[in-house]
């Protein structure tokens, strides 16, 4: 790589890869090459005539603009695409469990704990692609969606295999600790930023 391509890529360096950007270097690449050629033989050293091609060709701040909006849109199908894959898969695989369940053993509700498993494929790739779409944390929404769930099955649990005896409350506290340090993580993080932004 010469000096001229290592220049071009350093400036490239922090935009997300995608196809437009890698369209864009090779187009830039090829141009400023030519203009190099073109001041080398007008009598300038190849340093100075790199040198002169990079600051004719001035800021990229609204090319680089263009590129994270693209990178983003285009990682943002790619998830949708992955999320719509995972509901359809587990509308399928939850059916099909639901099937067996009453089908072969219809005295026993069983169907809810390979449910409950499956339920976690499309909940990450949803907060994958909110995240991405909205460029936001997922942290918090996702440990509070993914305690309700728990908390959904250890109710179902105590409740329809021991009714007698009420013992969920012991793993929903357990649980609760995870939105918890999640949120006062948050909260800590937030107050870091407006101290920043008010110094």
Known sequence: MNELEQSINYLFEKIPDSERKREIIQEITQNLSEKVSDLTK??????????????????????????????????????????????????????????????????????????FAVLWWPSALFFRWRSIRFNASFGLPFSLLSTLMIIGVVIFTNLYFSPKVIWFFYPIFAVIWWPLGVFFYWLRNKGQKEGESNE
């Not at 009598?43 to 983003?72: C, N, P, Q, Y």
């Not at 509308?91 to 469990?97: E, G, R, V």
Request: charge should be negative; include cysteine.
């Open 42 to 115: 007008e009598g300038m050293t190849e340093k100075e005539a790199i040198h002169k091609a990079l600051e004719d060709f001035g800021d990229i701040g609204e090319l680089r603009k263009e590129l994270v909006s693209s990178s983003r849109t285009e990682q943002c199908k790619k998830a949708g695409l992955s999320l719509a894959f995972s509901i359809w898969g587990t509308i399928l695989i939850s059916a099909l469990f639901l099937f067996i369940n009453f089908y072969y053993s219809p005295k026993v509700l069983w169907f809810v704990y390979p449910v």
